[in-house]
C-alpha cells in the first residue's frame, strides 16, 4: 500500500477556525493527505474579524519548514499567510533548497474582515517570490494589489493583469473569479504560451470564510498525488463548490 502524500502547509493560525492553517488540515483531510506545518503567525480572530497579530520569527519558520521537510516526504507545498517581507524571504530561502516540489501559493492579503495579513513593505517580495511557485491563486482585490492596477470587471481585464504577473516571474496564475458578478463564479488559469483556460460552477448565494485557503489546499493535496494542474484544479473546485452546497 502506497503511504499518504504529506503537505506542507506555510500559513497562519486562526483561532476562530474559520481559515488559515486550521481549514487548510481540514480539506487535506479531505482529500486523504497527511499535513506538516510551519505557522508564520498567530492570529487572534473571530467570525467577524481579526483582533491581533503576532507574527512568527522569520528564522523560526524556516526551522519549521526545514524540519518538516526533513521529518516527512512532503510531495507539495501550500502558502498562506506570510505576514512579513522578512517571512517571505527566509521561506523563499527554503524553497530554494527544495525545486521538484510542487507550491502553490495562496497571496493573503486582506483577511475578509478587511484587516491587513501581510505588511505594506512586502507586496514587492512577494512577486519575488512567484517565480519558485507552481501555481498562484490571487482573488480579484488581491490581483488588483499585485498588478498595481485598479479591481478589473472584465474576465479580459483580469487576465491581463494575470499576465503582467507572469512577467513577474509566476509560472501560473488561477484567478479567483468569487468576487465577479454573473451566473457562474469562473475561475480563469492563465499560464505563459498556452490558452487561457476557465473553471466554472454555478454561482451560490452563501458565503463561507477561508475558500481561498481551501482551494489552494486542494489543488496543493492533487498536486501532491501526482495530478496535472488542469486536473488538480478541476477536482479543487468541484470541492469547494460542494462545500458551499453544505453550508
Excluded at 502524500?5 to 486523504?32: C, M
Excluded at 487572534?44 to 483582533?51: A, P
Excluded at 501581510?118 to 507586496?123: E, F, G, K, V
Amino acid at each position: 500500500m502506497n503511504p499518504k502524500p504529506h503537505v506542507l502547509v506555510v500559513a497562519g493560525s486562526d483561532s476562530s477556525g474559520g481559515a488559515g492553517i486550521v481549514r487548510d488540515i481540514e480539506t487535506l483531510a479531505a482529500f486523504g493527505v497527511k499535513a506538516s506545518v510551519a505557522i508564520t503567525a498567530v492570529t487572534v480572530q473571530t467570525h467577524k474579524g481579526v483582533e491581533h497579530i503576532d507574527a512568527v520569527a522569520p528564522d523560526r519558520v524556516a526551522q519549521q519548514m526545514r524540519a518538516a521537510l526533513s521529518a516527512n516526504p512532503i510531495a507539495a507545498i501550500k502558502i498562506g499567510m506570510l505576514a512579513t517581507a522578512e517571512t517571505i524571504a527566509a521561506v523563499a530561502q527554503v524553497l530554494a533548497d527544495h525545486p521538484g516540489i510542487p507550491v502553490v501559493l495562496d497571496p493573503v492579503l486582506v483577511s475578509t474582515s478587511g484587516r491587513a495579513l501581510l505588511s505594506l513593505n512586502a507586496t514587492d517580495i512577494l512577486r519575488d517570490l512567484f517565480r519558485m511557485c507552481t501555481l498562484v491563486t490571487p482573488n480579484l482585490p488581491e490581483l488588483s494589489v499585485l498588478a498595481a492596477s485598479p479591481v478589473s470587471t472584465s474576465s479580459a481585464s483580469a487576465a491581463d493583469q494575470a499576465r503582467s504577473l507572469l512577467q513577474s516571474g509566476a509560472k501560473a496564475v488561477l484567478v479567483k473569479g468569487g468576487h465577479a458578478d454573473g451566473v457562474d463564479a469562473i475561475d480563469l488559469l492563465i499560464q505563459q504560451g498556452q490558452a487561457d483556460q476557465p473553471f466554472a460552477s454555478p454561482r451560490l448565494s452563501v458565503t463561507m470564510r477561508g475558500t481561498g485557503c481551501m482551494l489552494a489546499s486542494a489543488i496543493a493535496a492533487r498536486l501532491a498525488f501526482g495530478d496535472p494542474l488542469a486536473a488538480a484544479i478541476a477536482q479543487a473546485k468541484a470541492f469547494v463548490h460542494g462545500k458551499l452546497r453544505e453550508t
